[in-house]
Protein backbone atom coordinates (compact mmCIF):
# COMPACT_ATOMS: atom_id res chain seq x y z
CA UNK A 1 0.00 0.00 0.00
CA UNK A 2 1.28 3.50 -0.90
CA UNK A 3 2.19 6.11 1.72
CA UNK A 4 1.81 9.74 2.02
CA UNK A 5 3.07 12.07 4.10
CA UNK A 6 2.15 15.80 3.07
CA UNK A 7 1.72 18.86 5.41
CA UNK A 8 0.94 22.50 3.81
CA UNK A 9 0.44 24.91 6.61
CA UNK A 10 -0.41 28.92 6.30
CA UNK A 11 0.57 31.07 9.47
CA UNK A 12 2.43 32.73 10.68
CA UNK A 13 6.05 33.07 12.25
CA UNK A 14 6.14 32.64 16.27
CA UNK A 15 9.75 33.59 16.50
CA UNK A 16 12.54 34.72 13.94
CA UNK A 17 14.17 31.92 12.48
CA UNK A 18 16.93 30.50 14.57
CA UNK A 19 20.20 28.57 12.51
CA UNK A 20 22.87 26.58 13.74
CA UNK A 21 25.45 24.46 12.00
CA UNK A 22 26.02 21.05 12.71
CA UNK A 23 29.18 18.94 12.32
CA UNK A 24 29.03 18.37 8.79
CA UNK A 25 28.97 22.01 7.47
CA UNK A 26 24.75 21.59 6.80
CA UNK A 27 22.60 24.79 7.96
CA UNK A 28 19.30 24.00 10.39
CA UNK A 29 16.75 26.23 11.08
CA UNK A 30 13.96 26.31 13.84
CA UNK A 31 11.07 28.05 13.96
CA UNK A 32 7.32 27.61 15.00
CA UNK A 33 3.81 28.54 13.10
CA UNK A 34 0.83 29.77 14.35
CA UNK A 35 -1.91 28.98 12.18
CA UNK A 36 -5.51 30.38 13.30
CA UNK A 37 -8.79 28.69 12.80
CA UNK A 38 -11.95 30.56 12.78
CA UNK A 39 -15.29 29.12 12.91
CA UNK A 40 -18.91 29.53 14.55
CA UNK A 41 -20.57 27.46 17.56
CA UNK A 42 -23.51 25.99 17.32
CA UNK A 43 -24.91 29.03 19.66
CA UNK A 44 -23.74 31.29 17.02
CA UNK A 45 -21.03 32.22 18.77
CA UNK A 46 -17.71 33.36 16.84
CA UNK A 47 -14.71 31.05 18.41
CA UNK A 48 -10.57 30.99 16.92
CA UNK A 49 -8.51 28.27 17.81
CA UNK A 50 -4.45 28.99 17.05
CA UNK A 51 -2.33 25.61 16.91
CA UNK A 52 1.48 26.07 17.29
CA UNK A 53 3.58 23.93 14.82
CA UNK A 54 7.16 23.62 15.64
CA UNK A 55 9.11 23.86 11.69
CA UNK A 56 12.28 22.68 10.80
CA UNK A 57 14.20 23.77 7.52
CA UNK A 58 17.50 22.46 6.23
CA UNK A 59 20.00 23.82 3.79
CA UNK A 60 19.28 26.84 1.33
CA UNK A 61 15.57 26.51 2.61
CA UNK A 62 16.57 27.61 5.96
CA UNK A 63 18.95 29.90 4.89
CA UNK A 64 16.85 32.02 2.67
CA UNK A 65 13.87 31.84 5.22
CA UNK A 66 16.04 33.18 8.19
CA UNK A 67 17.24 36.10 5.70
CA UNK A 68 13.80 37.10 4.44
CA UNK A 69 11.63 36.02 7.10
CA UNK A 70 10.81 37.08 10.81
CA UNK A 71 8.55 36.67 13.83
CA UNK A 72 5.04 37.64 12.95
CA UNK A 73 5.70 37.40 9.40
CA UNK A 74 2.79 35.15 7.14
CA UNK A 75 4.23 31.94 5.54
CA UNK A 76 3.11 29.32 3.40
CA UNK A 77 5.13 25.94 4.16
CA UNK A 78 5.02 22.70 2.12
CA UNK A 79 6.93 19.76 4.12
CA UNK A 80 6.62 16.37 5.67
CA UNK A 81 5.67 15.54 9.38
CA UNK A 82 8.16 14.22 12.03
CA UNK A 83 7.80 12.44 15.00
CA UNK A 84 10.68 12.53 17.51
CA UNK A 85 10.85 10.15 20.54
CA UNK A 86 12.82 10.37 24.05
CA UNK A 87 13.22 9.19 27.56
CA UNK A 88 12.82 12.22 29.98
CA UNK A 89 15.42 12.77 32.75
CA UNK A 90 12.42 10.59 35.27
CA UNK A 91 12.17 8.00 32.44
CA UNK A 92 8.97 9.04 31.23
CA UNK A 93 8.25 8.49 27.54
CA UNK A 94 7.92 11.76 25.39
CA UNK A 95 7.32 12.35 21.95
CA UNK A 96 6.98 15.36 19.39
CA UNK A 97 5.17 16.34 16.11
CA UNK A 98 6.94 19.07 14.06
CA UNK A 99 7.22 19.29 10.09
CA UNK A 100 10.54 19.61 8.09
CA UNK A 101 9.93 21.96 6.20
CA UNK A 102 10.42 20.95 1.64
CA UNK A 103 9.48 24.08 0.18
CA UNK A 104 7.86 28.14 1.21
CA UNK A 105 6.52 30.98 -0.15
CA UNK A 106 6.36 34.40 0.87
CA UNK A 107 2.75 35.64 1.34
CA UNK A 108 2.90 38.98 1.98
CA UNK A 109 5.32 41.56 1.07
CA UNK A 110 7.83 43.89 2.64
CA UNK A 111 7.73 47.38 2.09
CA UNK A 112 11.42 48.77 1.22
CA UNK A 113 14.53 48.11 2.25
CA UNK A 114 17.08 45.60 1.46
CA UNK A 115 15.22 42.75 2.74
CA UNK A 116 12.65 42.75 0.93
CA UNK A 117 11.20 39.29 -0.68
CA UNK A 118 10.53 40.55 -3.82
CA UNK A 119 14.45 40.23 -4.28
CA UNK A 120 14.50 36.46 -3.03
CA UNK A 121 12.79 33.57 -4.80
CA UNK A 122 9.20 32.81 -4.35
CA UNK A 123 9.69 29.40 -4.08
CA UNK A 124 12.66 27.29 -3.10
CA UNK A 125 12.19 24.33 -4.70
CA UNK A 126 11.49 25.11 -8.31
CA UNK A 127 13.64 27.67 -10.40
CA UNK A 128 11.58 30.85 -11.10
CA UNK A 129 10.83 30.67 -14.63
CA UNK A 130 12.15 33.57 -16.82
CA UNK A 131 10.35 35.01 -19.31
CA UNK A 132 11.35 35.24 -22.93
CA UNK A 133 13.32 38.92 -24.35
CA UNK A 134 13.50 36.98 -28.12
CA UNK A 135 11.06 38.73 -30.69
CA UNK A 136 9.06 36.07 -32.37
CA UNK A 137 7.56 35.99 -35.67
CA UNK A 138 3.70 34.97 -36.48
CA UNK A 139 3.77 31.51 -37.96
CA UNK A 140 1.49 30.85 -41.00
CA UNK A 141 -0.59 27.31 -40.86
CA UNK A 142 1.72 25.81 -43.54
CA UNK A 143 4.60 25.39 -40.66
CA UNK A 144 2.43 23.37 -37.99
CA UNK A 145 3.64 19.98 -38.02
CA UNK A 146 -0.18 18.46 -37.23
Not at 35 to 44: D, E, L, P, R
Not at 93 to 115: A, C, N, T, W, Y
Request: aromatic share 6%.
Amino acid sequence: MPNLNRVMLMGHLTRDIELKTIPGGNTVGSFGVAVNHKFKTAAGEKREEVTFVDCTAWGKTAETMAQYLSKGRAVYVEGRLKLDQWEDKDGGKRSKLSVVVESFQFIDSKQGGDDSPAQAPARTSRPAARPSTAQHEPMDDSQIPF
